[in-house]
Each structure stands twice: as C-alpha cells, then as structure tokens.
C-alpha cells in the first residue's frame, strides 16, 4: 500500500527552541587583583596613553591573549582605566582612580575610601550591594536570586565564580553587614552609565585582538590534499567577553574551512538566544 505523504496539519509541531541565558556584565577578576594589575601599568605608563597589547605586556600578558582582554574590561569596570579612540583605534590610560590606588604613600584613610569607591563602580555590584543593605545572605540564597531574578539572570556555569570574587571584593574593600549601606555615600557613576561590554568589541575590531594560527611559510605548507601537520586549538574572545575554543588540524584546505564555516553557521538554530519580537523591532 502506497503511503500517502503527510499534511501539514499532521505533521509533528516543532520544539520550541529553550533561550539561552546570557549572565550580565560583570569584572573578570577581583578588585585587589585589579589594582595589582593597574599599578603594573602606571608604573611603565603613568598617565600616557598606550595600545591595549602595551598595556597586557605590562600586567604579565601575552599580547593577543583572551585574558587579557578580560582582565583590561576588569579594569575598566572598577573605574581603574579610561578608554579612549585616537584616529580610530582604541587607546587606554590609567584613570585618575586608577593613578590614587597606585601610589603607594597615599593617606591610608583616603585610599580606603577610593578602594570603596571602586568597588562600587560594577553596576552589577553596585546593584547586589543596594539590594542587600543589610548584608548578603548565603551563598545559595544569592545564587538562586541572581539566576532566578529578570535582572541578572545568570548563567547557572558562572555564577559560583562571580560570587566568590564578589565576597573577595567586598572584604577586600570592607564592605559588609551595615556597613554595606553606608556605601551611599561614596561618589560612583550612576549603573546606567555603564554600557554594555563599552569598548571590548571596538578594541578586538582595531587591534585584532583574536587569537590566530601561526601562518606558516609558502615553502613549508604541504600540497593539498595531504594530512595536516598539527592541531591547533583557538582561543576566540566574542562579543559579550564570551570566550569560545575551537580545535581544528592545521593547515587545511580552502574546501575544509569553507565546510567548517558551513557547520558553524547549522549551528545558528541551536546556539542563539531568541529575542522578543519589540527588542528585535529596536523598541
């Protein structure tokens, strides 16, 4: 018996797709290791301005490294470096935040009060720390608001990470119990001030900041065809600070790069979040 072919009201419905959970922008590393890695920086640079690879070579950081892209947006969420565009391309300066909690004579009280300052200029910080007035409650307590609650809405595989150099930053700084509410007082930006990943895309766009194979010289690179030498494993810093690892043979063949952009692309379905219709209509 001939098998008659299906309608469209038979066929199964297709499943929805589970969006996918994007935590907010928060610092990289802890307060005490950023005003470590800013001194680096103000003792080679003081206030001049410089190239963000400059700047990595200065915190201990290879030039084209993941890291130090994370760990320079650290920097600047604390309020510890400015970014400025020069002709085009993204230079950066130690602030004057930054340039107080280099020095190391400085009136301890003044330096504790701009160590509380800087804390305070993570807008996700900022946020937690006016949501608990009277301290922060445990540790479970925290990780279920922060991926349960419509405005933070972490990722549930960095949260325990951010946590624990939130509580590093807070002790670090001395804010705890009630003192967390008399932190009002301290002079930071407003969070609205704070744009999303602000230049992290503009400077891996102008410096090229993403990590790529070694190019090997025409006379060494085998005919096509042939098994790749080696594998290489890539370190990609997108956008969002999302960090993503591909490990493919090197070198391949146009027609193997042209299949694996083909693949990566199949991938689109499965791996981006769904947005509501007004946000994509720009409202």
Do not use: C, W
């Amino acid at each position: 018996m001939e098998q008659q072919p299906r309608t469209d009201q038979e066929k199964p419905a297709a499943k929805a797709k589970t969006p996918k959970t994007r935590s907010p922008a928060y610092p990289a590393v802890r307060l005490e290791k950023a005003i470590e890695a800013v001194k680096q920086i103000y003792e080679k640079e003081r206030q001049n301005l410089t190239t963000p690879q400059v700047a990595f070579q200065h915190m201990g950081v290879t030039s084209k490294s993941s890291q130090g892209l994370l760990k320079l947006a650290a920097l600047k969420k604390y309020g510890l470096v400015d970014y400025v565009e020069v002709d085009g391309k993204i230079r950066v300066k130690v602030s004057a935040l930054g340039r107080i909690l280099s020095i190391e004579d400085i009136d301890p009280v003044v330096r504790a009060e701009r160590i509380r300052e800087a804390a305070m200029k993570p807008a996700i910080y900022k946020r937690l720390i006016e949501q608990y007035p009277g301290g922060l409650p445990s540790d479970l307590t925290l990780r279920t608001d922060l991926i349960q609650d419509e405005k933070q809405k972490f990722n549930e595989n960095a949260v325990d990470a951010f946590i624990r150099d939130f509580r590093a930053t807070l002790a670090f700084a001395g804010i705890s119990g009630s003192g967390m509410a008399a932190t009002g007082n301290v002079d930071t930006e407003p969070e609205d001030n704070e744009p999303e990943e602000p230049m992290e895309s503009a400077i891996m766009a102008s410096e090229e900041l993403m990590v790529t194979p070694p190019r090997q010289p025409l006379a060494s690179r085998q005919p096509s065809g042939s098994q790749p030498s080696q594998v290489q494993l890539l370190t990609l810093v997108l956008k969002g600070n999302i960090i993503a690892k591909l490990s493919i043979p090197f070198p391949v063949s146009k027609e193997t790069f042209d299949s694996l952009k083909k693949q990566i692309e199949s991938l689109e379905d499965g791996l981006v979040e769904e947005r509501p219709a007004n946000q994509e209509k720009g409202f």
